[in-house]
């Protein structure tokens, strides 16, 4: 069974930044042939959609809503995702999940462009860290 805890959420005003981590303590990147590891974020009432993944390899994908203001990053030996958000918008306001998905090669481009994909192709979820932004 995988794990995933976030922490990080919060409050910030447009124009700021936050990070949010998730740690991931009963998994190993180096255990598995593949990972993909990810954001979602949902608004309720609203479909989630994908923030950004980042694969095995280190290759990230972002929604063209966050793409040069988000930033996802990995940390092997401590079995930590990183979400690093600049130039926050109250558009951004949502609960936002870390997802895993083991042994695959590679993140589609759809867990970033398909929020319909997204509780099928990650298999593991955190509960959820409330990250509000006001102007």
């Known amino acids: 069974q995988v794990h995933l805890v976030e922490s990080g959420g919060g409050s910030a005003q447009a124009g700021g930044s936050l990070r949010l981590s998730c740690i991931i303590p009963t998994f190993s990147y180096r255990t598995y042939s593949g990972t993909c590891t990810g954001w979602v974020r949902q608004v309720p009432g609203k479909e989630r959609e994908g923030v950004a993944a980042i694969d095995s390899n280190g290759h990230a994908r972002y929604a063209e809503s966050v793409a040069g203001r988000f930033s996802v990053s990995r940390d092997n030996a401590a079995n930590t995702l990183y979400l690093h958000m600049n130039s926050l918008k109250p558009e951004d306001t949502a609960i936002y999940y870390c997802?895993?998905?083991?042994?695959?090669?590679?993140?589609?481009?759809?867990?970033?462009?398909?929020?319909?994909?997204?509780?099928?192709?990650?298999?593991?979820w955190g509960q959820g860290t409330q990250v509000t932004v006001s102007t």
């Open positions: 997802a895993a998905a083991i042994e695959i090669q590679g993140c589609p481009e759809a867990v970033v462009s398909r929020g319909d994909v997204l509780s099928s192709w990650y298999k593991y």
